[in-house]
T-cell receptor, first 118, second 115 residues
């Protein structure tokens, strides 16, 4: 199967700073990637769709100026949490769809990034 | 619009007992259905998926699920639970819109396996 990596796996930062999280498709190209946020003991909430070569599409209620997404290449998408505050502390997960044979709809998930804002 | 309902946020079974995790979906178009497992502080791993064809789907680690259109259900089962099955399980639905499609997740069910 396809592999998606995230870096860093864990980050602690001070309130007011910005944090960048990387999502990479290691052995395939992904023109689209998805960013999710997961609060403790809750489900994944889709934040935005990252599109290579164009602007990201944000879900309703997600601040685009707060969560900057850049899809720099066919294997890399970055999520930058700007001016982070404690309420931004969460588990951030990315995913990328991979077409294997006729399977059009399988997504592969990164291992997640635990963000703690002090 | 699509939605997923997972009945039971927490399920506890004894080792060796049957595992049954319930999932019902709502979709205006033929759905693609998935079950994912998540271990603590990790991403999601695909257990199995239903796209088209056979309605009984077998996945990894001995899990299987049956797509029942009449009941709009996609329950996950395993005949005999192992301690290593303890994790969070998510049911998800998506539309067939090509190679990239958003997933809508259920709220998850935490499976506890006891001795």
């Amino acid at each position: 199967g396809a592999v998606v990596s995230q870096h860093p796996s864990r980050v602690i930062c001070k309130s007011g700073t910005s944090v960048k999280i990387e999502c990479r498709s290691l052995d395939f190209q992904a023109t689209t990637m998805f960013w999710y946020r997961q609060f403790p003991k809750q489900s994944l909430m889709l934040m935005a769709t990252s599109n290579e070569g164009s602007k990201a599409t944000y879900e309703q209620g997600v601040e685009k100026d707060k969560f900057l997404i850049n899809h720099a290449s066919l294997t890399l998408s970055t999520l930058t949490v700007t001016s982070a505050h404690p309420e931004d502390s969460s588990f951030y997960i990315c995913s990328a769809p991979f077409r294997e044979g006729l399977d059009l709809n399988e997504q592969f998930f990164g291992p997640g990034t635990r963000l703690t804002v002090l | 619009a699509q939605s997923v309902t997972q009945l039971g946020s927490h399920v506890s079974v004894s080792e060796g007992a049957l595992v049954l995790l319930r999932c019902n979906y709502s979709s205006s178009v033929p759905p693609y259905l998935f079950w994912y497992v998540q271990y603590p502080n990790q991403g999601l791993q695909l257990l199995l998926k239903y796209t088209t064809g056979a309605t009984l789907v077998k996945g990894i680690n001995g899990f299987e699920a049956e797509f029942k259109k009449s009941e709009t259900s996609f329950h996950l089962t395993k005949p005999s639970a192992h301690m290593s099955d303890a994790a969070e399980y998510f049911c998800a639905v998506s539309r067939n819109t090509g190679t990239a499609s958003k997933l809508t997740f259920g709220t998850g069910t935490r499976l506890q396996v006891t001795l």
